[in-house]
């Protein structure tokens, strides 16, 4: 029978390795195991969801709300409550609509930096419009991609000290490589105009717009669904259409560099 595989048949035998005969490192003394901290285990208490303050929501007479659980950095909590069909959850808390967005924002996990302030709604925006954005970047980026570049997308906002003292909160789609980041799309908020939204296609910012439905509940304007509809629309394809110019610019940049 011939051998399935044959050392050396291909004369490219790898580097040689240690042989198993080679003699074992010594042994480690015994130790006895790390003392545990005697600190009592904090315990997670599933809070409630039904109270008895009035619910905030606008033509809700329940009285059965609780308080939106939100806390912010600054240890600041928000004041509003909710009846169970008012309220929103994640993670098995209640929050109030906003805050829920906040979370599902940036991720309800331990934050270093403390949570966003209270009354920041700029990660939810950074999230929504991130979300309406993700198809066309995701596809313009993976259209883009060279040979050995992979996509990557982040998965939640994500927050930055800003160059202006404020923090940022962005959310970005990347084209990587085996020496790392290639090309960055991110779409960020700056605190202190939590309205503007801003797009970078790698080191520079390339279009920043308010939204029409943030500016429209900034001066109290209501329009018709389909009025909205293509006010978004337009926003939208403003975006996108400087995002693939973007794009292109920084490919063609990366294609002469490597032609030199
Ligand atoms: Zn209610
Ligand atoms: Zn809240």
New binding site residues.
């Given amino acids: 029978m011939m051998p399935l595989f044959r050392r050396g048949a291909h004369g490219t035998d790898p580097p040689a390795r240690p042989a198993p005969s080679e003699p074992l490192p010594p042994l480690m003394p015994f130790a006895p195991p790390p003392v545990m901290p005697s600190l009592s285990p904090s315990v997670a208490r599933f809070p409630a969801t039904e109270g008895d303050l009035a619910c905030r929501a606008r033509d809700c007479s329940n009285h059965t709300g609780v308080l ?1 659980h ?1 806390v912010d950095r600054r240890g600041r909590r ?1 004041d ?1 409550a909710w009846c169970p069909n008012h309220w929103a959850t994640v993670g098995g808390i209640v ?2 609509r ?2 829920a967005g906040t979370i599902a924002a940036i991720g309800y996990f331990d934050h270093p930096s403390g949570m966003p302030d ?1 009354d920041n709604r700029a990660p939810s925006l950074v999230n929504w419009v991130g979300r309406d954005l993700d198809a066309f970047v995701a596809a313009t980026l993976v259209q883009s991609a060279t040979q050995g570049e992979t996509f990557v997308r982040e998965p939640v906002v994500s927050t930055h000290a800003d160059r202006s003292g404020g923090r940022r909160y962005e959310r970005g789609w990347k084209l990587v490589d085996h020496t790392g980041l290639r090309l960055v799309v991110a779409v960020f908020v700056v605190e202190g105009e939590e309205t503007t939204i801003r797009v970078r296609v790698g080191s520079g910012v390339v279009a920043e717009g308010v939204p029409p439905w943030i500016e429209r509940h900034r001066r109290g304007i209501e329009v018709t669904e389909e009025t909205d509809r293509s006010q978004r629309a337009l926003f939208y394809a403003f975006l996108q259409k400087h995002i693939v110019a973007a794009v292109r610019a920084n490919r063609a940049v990366d294609q002469t560099l490597q032609q030199r």
């Fill in positions: 939106c939100y928000c509003t929050y109030c906003r805050h209270v």
